[in-house]
């Protein structure tokens, strides 16, 4: 039996739990949530990375979708509320392949009737609008957990990739963690700050996530995990889940899409825009100067690099499809997971290993999080702090 084969046996049994998905922001971006234009049930490979086809053929068991709303987003309640909607219409629309799940033994449950787990997460604190009532209100809609930043900071904490001003997370801050945990969401650790990173660790009695992140000792982006953070999971119990994107991953991307970013500045789009006219301006740039291609092996790096440093029960996967315009060569799209397996068994990975990667870690994670819920709930009433009263 090849290593590819024996990777989709493994994914018959254990199939893969991936953190972020942003499905639902491209189904805004690119048809204004018309799920007829963009049926999920049949192929969509010429317009998203993600289909139900493609999910089945890559061994998927359960996913987060993604909730993102931009930083800049007028009303970003609202709009968080209709991302959640559209994850409730692709779920009425295909129960037969994707099961709402909103505990670690409905991910279980999905797994045993052959369907794929759907949870969601919320990507960004600018998501709750400094309100705690909102927070609880998200978390009764179904999120299961908050990325606490995206690209920019929010009042009450740092993001990795904008200047700091919290100098991690603000005294409000950490009453969000404290919240999250009292009401079983997960605190998710992609995008922020190291300074955060540390600040969410010291205050969560919870396990933490990384719903999408790499490792800043393989590839230096301030979006990646440094390792005195990884070396802390252990003792925390959270799960850092593996990121596809190339310009995390590879180096040279990081460098590339640096310039890549400042050209569609120049042409007066946002970095992150994936509409026709920003795919043109990012391919006539590309045809100038080729961007540095990341593979399987190129993850595979960070997993092993991970693997040595946090260990086997402390690490997930989780793509970021349909939320980047480029995918590392042999992870295309959702239907490449077998392949990333392959590459870890010809390294030495154990079935057992990539049985925690995949799947049982992910699972672990969210009920070790209701766990603590429970216990919080029995001595803790909901907070009402405001960030007036805690930050000034």
């Known amino acids: 039996m090849t290593s590819l084969e024996s990777a989709r046996e493994l994914l018959r049994e254990f199939p893969v739990a991936d953190g972020h998905n942003d499905l639902p922001w491209a189904l805004r971006e690119q048809v204004r949530y018309d799920l007829d234009a963009r049926d999920v049930a049949a192929d969509q490979s010429a317009h998203l990375h993600t289909d139900i086809p493609r999910l089945r053929q890559g061994g998927v068991g359960a996913q987060y979708w993604s909730v993102y709303v931009r930083t800049d987003s007028p009303e970003p309640v609202a709009a968080t509320l209709e991302q959640i909607d559209c994850v409730r219409q692709l779920l009425a629309r295909h129960p037969g392949d994707l099961r709402p799940a909103l505990t670690a033994a409905d991910m279980e449950a999905a797994r045993g009737e052959g369907r794929i787990a759907s949870l969601m997460g919320a990507e960004g604190g600018h998501s709750i609008a400094n309100s705690l009532g909102t927070l609880r209100g998200l978390y009764g809609l179904g999120v299961r957990y908050l ?8 009042d009450w904490a740092d993001s990795a990739t904008d200047a700091p001003r919290a100098g991690g997370l603000t005294a409000f801050g950490r009453e969000v963690v404290r919240e999250m945990n009292r009401v079983g969401m997960l605190v998710d650790l992609s995008h922020v700050a190291a300074t955060t990173m540390r600040d969410a660790l010291d205050t969560s009695t919870a396990p933490v996530v990384f719903s999408h992140s790499s490792a ?3 590839c230096d982006h301030p979006r990646n995990i440094p390792d005195d953070v990884l070396e802390r999971l252990p003792a925390n119990g959270g799960v850092a ?3 596809f994107v190339p310009k995390f991953v590879l180096q040279a991307a990081v460098d590339w899409t640096a310039a890549a970013d400042e050209n569609m500045r120049a042409h007066g ?14 391919r006539a740039f590309e045809e100038r100067r080729p961007r540095p291609v990341a593979t399987v092996a190129t993850v595979a790096d960070h997993l092993d690099h991970m693997r040595e440093v946090a260990g086997i029960d402390h690490l997930g996967i989780g793509g970021d499809y349909d939320g980047t315009a480029f995918t590392p060569d042999g992870l295309d799209d959702v239907s490449g997971y077998p392949n990333l397996l392959a590459e870890l068994l010809d390294r030495g990975w154990s079935k057992a290993d990539l049985a925690k990667l995949t799947w049982k870690n992910a699972v672990r994670v969210l009920g070790a999080a209701e766990d603590v819920a429970r216990g919080l709930q029995a001595t803790r009433p909901a907070s009402n702090a405001t960030i007036e009263s805690l930050d000034g």
């Open 269 to 282: 789009f946002h970095h992150l825009d994936t509409t026709a006219e920003a795919m043109k301006v990012h």
């Open 216 to 218: 800043r000792a393989v």
């Open 147 to 154: 990325t606490l930043t995206h690209n920019d900071n929010v």
């Open 241 to 243: 889940m593996v990121t």
